[in-house]
């Protein structure tokens, strides 16, 4: 942990260095530490990054001169870059394997956190001391990541990764097309559904959007709920979590650390999704859906109800919306809205840092420094901005601490182009964080009042404190862990009568399958961060 400490008071001193130079009334006109020009003689060098996105359809345009990012880049830093990518989940992960076990250890990639905790004891990433400071990241640590959470952050008693800039707003909500509700109601009074505030109230919609024939369409085609479990665990998109106040993932209660997948209230959880499975108002595809395929499922206007994080789900046109979507596919007049069954339930934890980026142990101190040049750019105005609204003058313009975007050119040349943004707004930052840090409001003239009432509303929602990020416990087998709490949950889901067998499966999760040790690890993490006596109570 000496070289947190240093990390530490390098930061603070620097930060302190810079708050004398500037007062908070700054606008952020300009990058601190990046002038535009780059210095004489400064050497060619070939970079290699490897980065998970968010949207799996995304791509760079095929003909490099349309991407403006990639060539502001190369000017600007005097590198050629290749900037290669996958969708997250297993098929980035064989990738950033593969390449590893040959040795072409890209520069910088990014992973996810528990998979970062093997890189980093085998030793595959590079020490960051050297690097990740105030001095050398001015706009990364002004805008977007503080001391403390660089520290909470790290494991193993090492520097070896970083948090990719993240958004401190949330948008978690379940949505339900409201215009089926209607449709219904109008066809049948005696109905009165209503957009759910409990829990009967969503099971009353889903059962009449399964039987009912809500599209009026005269054919059975369409289900009450849909979800993407891709083959594996049962996932958040159900209310019943929210419903048993389970739905975070982890939360503290009364000085207890909560593991919801695993605690012995889960069989609350089982036994409602148990039933909602006998009423068959479940898209039949859920467990084997990919996650994007729900989705899919709803615009093709075969469910109605569905869960999503994005905050411009059911947004009027956005070209994200599935809302949108929804209109152009079926042709029908789709209107979605978000509910909460249980508004005084945490409905997840307070933004934490996400995803780490990390160096590669054998690259060269030239593309490490060249690296992070380019990562501090991007993460200041002048670089989020370009990787996330386009070019200034083109497709978008500044009013005082505005941005306002012009979708018609923003659509014709980038979304076109295969909404290559969201490639670049993937690789230090998220597609859809949104420039508050930056001091700077994003104004899109395609957003209604209604849109941005909507967003407000599920931004409201209730978020429990985590405090810090979590890191497996050397020598515990998390991995192995999760298998067998996912084989057991979908045992009781699908073969057995009822859950009464969970309390003895949990028993032999926390002992056989190391999961007492494992949680006593990260109630031990969470203590520390939050200087608390935490514990975690494995019995039942």
């Excluded at 909460?340 to 933004?351: D, F, G, K, L, R």
Aim: proline content about 6%; hydrophobic content about 35%.
């Amino acid at each position: 942990m000496k070289r947190l400490t240093q990390l530490t008071v390098l930061s603070v001193s620097t930060a302190l260095v810079l708050a004398a130079c500037g007062s908070k009334e700054e606008k952020p006109s300009a990058d601190p530490g990046t002038k535009g020009e780059q210095p004489a003689g400064k050497e060619k060098l070939d970079l290699n990054w490897l980065v998970m996105v968010g949207n799996t359809t995304a791509q760079l345009p095929s003909d490099k001169s349309k991407d403006f990012v990639m060539k502001a880049i190369e000017e600007k830093f005097n590198v050629n870059l290749k900037l290669d990518y996958a969708p997250s989940g297993n098929d980035y992960l064989t990738k950033l394997n593969t390449r590893v076990a040959g040795g072409d250890i890209p520069d910088m990639f990014h992973l996810t956190g528990t998979d970062s905790s093997k890189y980093i004891l085998d030793k595959v990433p590079a020490d960051m001391t050297k690097w990740v400071n105030a001095t050398n990241m001015p706009n990364y640590f002004k805008y977007w990541i503080s001391d403390l959470e660089m520290q909470r952050y790290q494991i193993h008693n090492v520097f070896m990764r970083a948090p990719i800039p993240f958004n401190r707003e949330q948008f978690m909500s379940h949505y339900v097309r409201k215009d089926w509700i209607d449709a219904l109601n109008k066809k049948d009074p005696s109905l009165n559904l209503k957009v759910p505030t409990n829990y009967d109230e969503y099971i009353a919609v889903a059962k009449a959007f399964t039987f009912n024939d809500p599209d009026g369409n005269g054919k059975n085609d369409t289900y009450g709920i849909t979800a993407a479990a891709n083959g594996n665990a049962i996932p958040r998109d159900f209310p019943e979590w929210l419903k048993n106040g389970l739905a975070p993932g982890f939360f503290i209660e009364n000085g207890y650390f909560i593991d919801t997948g695993s605690d012995i209230r889960l069989s609350n959880v089982l036994a409602d999704l148990k039933k909602l499975l006998d009423m068959k108002v479940v898209d039949p595809d859920w467990f084997l859906n990919k996650p994007g395929q729900q989705f899919e499922k709803v615009q093709q206007g075969k469910a109605g109800i569905f869960y999503a994080t994005a905050r411009d789900a059911v947004f009027e046109k956005s070209p994200n919306s599935i809302q949108k979507k929804t209109r152009d596919v079926t042709g029908q007049p789709a209107e979605f809205v978000p509910f909460n069954i249980a508004p005084n339930n945490p409905i997840s934890y307070e933004a934490l840092p996400g995803n780490p980026w990390m160096l590669s142990s054998k690259t060269s101190e030239e593309k490490i420094k060249r690296t992070i040049e380019i990562l501090d750019w991007l993460a200041g105005p002048e670089g989020f901005l370009l990787t996330h609204y386009g070019e200034e003058g083109k497709h978008y313009k500044k009013e005082g601490n505005k941005i306002i975007v012009d979708p018609d050119a923003y659509k014709r040349d980038i979304v076109d182009n295969g909404s290559f943004l969201d490639i670049w707004g993937s690789v230090f930052s998220t597609r859809t964080i949104m420039p508050t840090k930056l001091g700077l409001e994003y104004v899109n003239p395609n957003e209604t009042d209604r849109d941005r009432e909507i967003a407000k509303t599920v931004s409201s929602y209730k978020y429990t404190l985590l405090g810090t990020n979590l890191a497996p416990v050397p020598g515990m087998d998390l991995a192995a862990f999760r298998k067998q709490l996912y084989s057991y949950q979908n045992k009781i889901l699908f073969e057995e009568k009822d859950v009464s067998n969970w309390p003895k499966y949990r028993e032999e999760l926390m002992t056989k399958y190391q999961g007492k040790g494992l949680f006593e690890g990260y109630a031990s993490q969470v203590a520390a961060a939050l200087k608390q006596d935490i514990k975690f109570k494995a019995e039942n």
